[in-house]
Each structure stands twice: as structure tokens, then as C-alpha cells.
């Protein structure tokens, strides 16, 4: 395979690096000597108990350590990590207070709204007031707290606190429906309830009071609500059905701040599945897990340290959200943002950057894109000089992003692309402060990932596309899903197809000599003839053709063998999907990726379908299109439910007409 190098860091960047410093620690105390991140990984999978034992004392956590193994158990699937050892999430996160309690622990921006600043000593004091709150409200172990809120100070504030006293976190962003929230929620049935009174979002004010009584109603569980009151004046509707508290009157009353020790897998949040069919499943992390996993992801992988100051552009919703508040973890501050992307410029996160002095970005593909594609050149009238990395998640970084990047932001960083996910918590593949970038390839495995390609037997491959698993466990793993006590549906998740490896869910390359191509998820790929392309390969493509604004690709089996391959796009404002646009489209695929890979239609649509945590909706609308129940589809999931409902009528059009025929 040609491989074009993009970036490589310099010798006197590498000794800087916290990686560096790992391996001589690793060589003076275990001796353990590792040269390159290749050999360093290559140990991490070997003496797996070894190395996440080490994790544990290089960083210093929090905790009794006890005299149990590093793990126990027969199978990925049943292992049971750092039995005996006790910890609290909170209480490693917060113990920068101690030796920086001066510096900012957290920004938050906003649209228009001035610009807001906790300290470390400040943060600590206001979880120590929340938390003596909650527990004042009968908040304790197992119970659980739920969010309606955006990016706010004031979140990270309410996660920390519950984790301080043992409850269980899990939040959505206000943009969900009372539908969607209580698909979420309502399983988990949630002691106390915070919201916000107001949240401002590409340019307007919206009102977040008016569905708190709905919501309420769809969660009875609830006894207690906690509202975060950003603007004077706001207040609750008199005749709520629970007692309800204002966030501005808790953190005025000072306490002490205490943590209830741990066993290391208590569960500290519950994310969820895409539920893009069906109601999302519950995913469960421990605090131990998470500690330990954000601990080595920052520290080891992105290079994380205090002092430095990260900009993740993310919602509540999304994992990378809890990834952000991980990198505080390592006595970074964390910089939020809960507006527009696209507020008043199309790299507006790029210019939150700049301005906040930020040393690292994490965001979707989707955001660096959009900017790229909008013609912006930050570069030159912004100041990226404190910035050292970027890292692109949630889909394939198209190479021309890549090249972007480099060309319009700073042409002397780390690009990375990163793949993991919700269930994970984590990275699978992707960046790390030794080797050089690659355009178009996720550098490595993250160290202690023992992540294969294999092919539909199980057996690893290099140089072509397989499904991308682990073959060995890590830490972050859930404890389980909610509400699953045989652990029926967990196993069904990630073990059905190859009893032995946690399979992904993800078509990846391993490119020999090198690091890994992701190619989308493989219950989404194309599989035309045999051979097998992933989605994102195509619109990638496709998304490079001028006046095309995005688009979305499927390929469906139908029956007696045919294969039904229809693409959508989205075209760019004043531009319309006529012949020549269709040309082009044609052209581009037939030569950028093959003939075989040209649509069986190209198809004008009003936008693509996405979850809320920015997964493409291709695999419930695949399966509509085979004939599926378009009922069994999950409206509240999508980001835009009338962009979902016109790809469903598509989709059952179609059906109906396969079926009449």
C-alpha cells in the first residue's frame, strides 16, 4: 500500500513526552526496556496484568490497592478486574486541588454569554457543597442521578459530585425530546433530576423550563430536582410534583467534601447504545475501570499533563464528553463550548482554540470537516502556537481534513484519528506521541488493546478488510447493561459472532508495516459482488465533489441474490442534484474508488440521518429497505426525526414495491 507521511515529531518532542518518561520509569524499576511505541504495546499485550498494575502505581491512584490479582476470570466476557481494591472516580480527579488549587480547572463558553472560570480549589468547593446536598437527600450508593443539561461548568460539577457519594451518573443533552430522555432514564429510574432553566444554541434562546413537568411525569421515580439557574428570574412552575432546589442556593453553602470508598467495579455512569432500533441499551462503567483507562489514554496516548488546557467540541450526550472530563484526570483543564459549531464562523472551534491558548482539540470528523469544506484558512489570522494536537473521532478523518489541517491550522502538530466508543469509554486505535502520521491511518492500538483484524473465522489478517476485535480485555469494558442480570444481552453485543473476542462492530485495514484504515461500521458495509468496502470509503468520495454537502450510502441484499445500492446526497445551499452533479458524483467513485462501487441511483435528500451522538442512521434504514419494521426504528434517537421520516417513507417505498413486484 502507498503510504504518504504527514507529520513526524521531533526527537526533543518525543523526551518530553509522558510516554517517554513511562518507559524509563518501566526500565528502572521493572527493567523493562522498550524503544518505540511498537515495542512498548507489544509488552503491554504480553504481561497485561503487568502493565495495568503499572498503570495504577506510575500515576498514583487514589485508593487501596488491596492483595487481589489485577484480574480474574475465564473469558473476556467474565472478567472481573482489580478484585479488593477500593477508589472513587471523583476523588483522583480532584486531587490536583491540592497542588494547583489557583490554576483553572474548567472554562466554560457560550454563545454570547460571558465566559465562566472554576478554579481547582473552586470546583472542589462546589462538589463538596453539592454533594453534602445530596446526601442531605438520601443520595447514596447504587442510587441513581440524571442530567438534562448542556456543556456547562455546572455539569461537571453535578457528575462529580454524584460519583463523590457513590450514585450512579448519566446525562443527555437538551436537545432530546421528553420521548428520548425517558427511552434513557426511565430504566434507570433516577433519585434526583437536574436541568437547566435556559440553553442558547445557534443564535436563540431556548426555554428548557416549559417540558420540566413532562419530563417529571415520565420518570416517577424521581423525588428530587436540582435546577442549574444560569439567568436571573428563573424559576420552576409552582406545581411541580417534587420538591425542587436551585444550583445558585447549594454551592453558597459551604462543606466538607468526603468520598465514599469503592470497590473498584461500582458502577459510575450509564451510557447508551445509538437505539437506533429499539430502546438504547444501558452501558455501565465502574470507577476503577474509567480511573485507570483515562489515566493511561491521556497520560500515555494524547500526552495530557497539567497545566495543559483541552478543547473537546462535544455534547453531553456523547462519550467524548466523559473522555473530556477523563483528561482533567491528569490535571489538564478542560475548555466547554455548548453552542453552534458554526456560530458566527465555520471553525469556531478552532477559534475557541486559539483563544483559550488551548494545547489539545478533540472533536468529530464532522466538525474539521465542515471547516475545511467551507474554505476557511484559520491559520492566518489565529494563533495555534500553544496547540499540539488535534484528535478526529466518531468516523473517518477524510484525507483531504488530514491535509487541511496541516495546510490552514499548523503545519508542526499531531493529527490523529482515534476509534473506540461508548462501550469502551476509550480507544481502540489511535494516537500516540512517538511515531509519525500517515494520511489516512490511525497510527496504533492504544497500549494494553490487543485489537486484531480478522476474517469470518476468526483468523487475524493484514493488507485487507476485516472486522476489527480485541482479542483480550482491558479495564473499561462495561460491568454489564443495565437491567441484564444473566448478562444475556451483553454477550449478544460484542460475542455473538466470535464467542472468544470482543467484536467492534467496525471494518478496519491493518496496512502492513504500518498502522490501520477504518472503513466504517461493518453492519453498514458495502459488500458488492464479494467484496467487501466500507461506507465511509465512498462517502468520502463523494463528500469531495463540488456541490455535494454530504451524503449517504447503502448497500442492501435483496432476495434471489440481487444487491440494491442506493446513494443519497445532500446538496451544498444554491447547488441541486442534477446530471452533471450525478456525473460527477459518477466519476469521482468510478475512479477514486471503482466502477464496482458506482450507486444503482443517486438520490437528492433534504440531509443525512444521525443519531444525537453523530452516528449515520444507515443500519435501521438498510433494514427497512430488506423489508423491516419501520416501527421498530427508534424517532427519538435521530438528531432530526423529519430527515429520519424521509428516509423511512424511502425506505418502505421501496419495500413495497420489491415486495409487489
Known amino acids: 500500500m502507498d503510504r504518504t507521511k504527514l507529520w513526524e515529531p521531533s526527537a526533543q518532542r518525543i523526551a518530553n513526552t509522558e510516554i517517554r518518561r513511562y518507559q524509563e520509569w518501566l526500565e528502572k524499576t521493572l527493567g523493562v526496556r522498550t524503544d518505540t511505541y511498537e515495542s512498548l504495546h507489544r509488552w503491554s499485550i504480553e504481561n497485561i496484568d503487568d502493565f495495568w498494575e503499572s498503570v495504577w502505581t506510575y500515576f498514583g491512584v487514589i485508593g487501596e490497592r488491596g492483595v487481589g490479582p489485577v484480574r480474574e476470570g475465564e473469558s473476556i466476557s467474565s472478567t472481573r478486574w482489580f478484585p479488593g481494591a477500593t477508589l ?15 490554576v483553572e480547572a474548567i472554562v466554560g463558553l457560550h454563545e454570547t454569554a460571558p465566559r465562566e472560570a472554576l478554579t481547582w480549589a473552586e470546583l472542589r468547593d462546589r462538589v463538596a457543597s453539592l454533594s453534602a446536598r445530596m446526601r442531605s437527600l438520601g443520595v447514596g450508593r447504587g442510587d441513581t442521578v440524571c442530567a438534562v443539561l448542556p456543556s456547562l461548568t455546572h455539569t461537571l460539577v453535578a457528575l462529580l459530585a454524584t460519583a463523590s457519594v457513590g450514585a450512579i451518573w448519566s446525562v443527555v443533552n437538551t436537545d432530546f425530546g421528553v420521548d428520548g430522555i425517558a427511552d434513557r432514564f426511565a430504566q ?4 434526583v433530576l437536574f436541568t437547566v432553566d435556559a440553553h442558547e444554541f445557534n443564535g436563540r434562546v431556548h426555554d428548557q423550563l416549559q417540558q420540566l413537568p413532562a419530563i417529571l411525569a415520565a420518570l416517577p421515580s424521581v423525588a428530587h430536582h436540582i435546577l442549574v439557574d444560569t439567568r436571573p428570574g428563573a424559576s420552576v412552575p409552582d406545581d411541580l410534583a417534587v420538591p425542587s432546589h436551585r444550583y445558585s442556593d447549594i454551592i453558597a453553602e459551604a462543606a466538607e467534601l468526603e468520598f465514599e470508598s469503592l470497590e473498584f467495579s461500582h458502577p459510575l455512569w450509564v451510557l447508551y447504545s445509538s437505539g437506533t432500533t429499539g430502546k438504547p441499551k444501558g452501558i455501565v462503567h465502574s470507577h476503577g475501570g474509567i480511573v485507570l483507562e483515562a489515566l ?3 497520560g500515555l496516548q494524547l500526552g495530557a499533563n497539567p497545566g495543559d488546557r483541552a478543547h473537546f467540541a462535544v455534547s453531553t450526550t456523547w462519550v467524548v464528553w466523559n473522555l473530556m472530563i477523563d483528561a482533567m484526570m491528569r490535571g489538564t483543564t478542560a475548555i466547554t463550548y455548548d453552542g453552534s459549531p458554526t456560530f458566527g464562523r465555520p471553525d469556531r472551534h478552532l477559534a475557541i482554540c486559539a483563544e483559550e491558548r488551548a494545547t489539545m482539540m478533540c472533536t468529530g470528523a464532522a466538525v474539521l470537516s465542515l471547516a475545511a469544506r467551507s474554505g476557511a484558512q484559520p491559520n492566518e489570522t489565529e494563533d495555534f502556537s500553544a496547540l499540539q494536537t488535534i484528535v478526529s473521532t466518531g468516523s ?21 484519528s482515534d476509534s473506540g466508543g461508548t462501550d469502551i469509554c476509550s480507544g ?55 437491567d441484564d442480570p444473566d448478562g444475556e444481552k451483553f454477550r449478544a453485543a460484542y460475542f455473538d459472532d466470535f464467542p472468544h473476542l470482543w467484536r467492534q462492530g467496525d471494518w478496519a485495514t491493518k496496512v502492513p508495516g504500518g498502522g490501520y484504515i477504518i472503513h466504517g461500521r461493518s453492519d453498514a458495509t458495502i459488500n458488492r459482488g464479494g467484496i467487501r468496502m466500507g461506507s465511509a470509503d465512498i462517502c468520502q468520495v463523494v463528500d469531495s465533489v463540488p456541490g455535494v454537502h454530504e451524503s449517504m450510502v447503502i448497500g442492501a441484499e435483496q432476495p434471489q441474490g440481487e444487491y440494491y445500492m442506493p446513494l443519497f446526497v445532500v446538496p451544498s445551499p444554491g447547488t441541486e442534484v442534477d446530471e452533471a452533479l450525478r456525473t460527477a458524483v459518477i466519476e469521482a467513485i468510478r475512479t477514486r474508488v471503482s466502477p464496482r462501487y458506482v450507486p444503482d441511483e443517486i438520490i437528492a435528500a433534504p440531509g443525512v440521518p444521525r443519531t444525537r451522538t453523530g452516528k449515520i442512521m444507515e443500519v435501521p434504514i438498510k433494514k427497512v429497505i430488506q423489508g423491516g419494521d419501520p416501527g421498530a426504528v427508534n424517532r427519538t434517537t435521530a438528531v432530526d426525526a423529519d430527515i429520519l421520516d424521509w428516509y423511512l417513507d424511502f425506505a418502505v417505498g421501496f419495500a413495497s414495491e420489491q415486495s409487489a413486484s
Do not use: C
Open 428 to 482: 481502540i486505535l489511535g494516537s500516540n506521541q512517538l511515531d509519525p502520521v500517515y494520511i489516512g491511518e490511525l497510527q496504533a492500538p492504544y497500549l494494553g488493546v490487543d485489537a486484531r483484524t480478522v476474517d469470518e473465522s476468526g483468523a487475524s489478517i493484514e493488507g485487507e478488510v476485516g472486522e476489527l476485535i480485541m482479542a483480550a480485555p482491558i479495564p473499561s469494558m462495561p460491568v454489564k447493561f443495565w
Open 188 to 191: 434507570i429510574e433516577p433519585k
Open 296 to 298: 493511561k489514554s491521556n
Open 396 to 416: 473517518p478523518l477524510p484525507s483531504a481534513t488530514w491535509e487541511w489541517a496541516y495546510a490552514h491550522v499548523k503545519d508542526d502538530m499531531l493529527v490523529g
Open 88 to 102: 472513587n472516580y471523583a476523588q483522583n480527579l480532584l486531587r490536583q486541588a491540592d497542588s494547583t488549587p489557583d
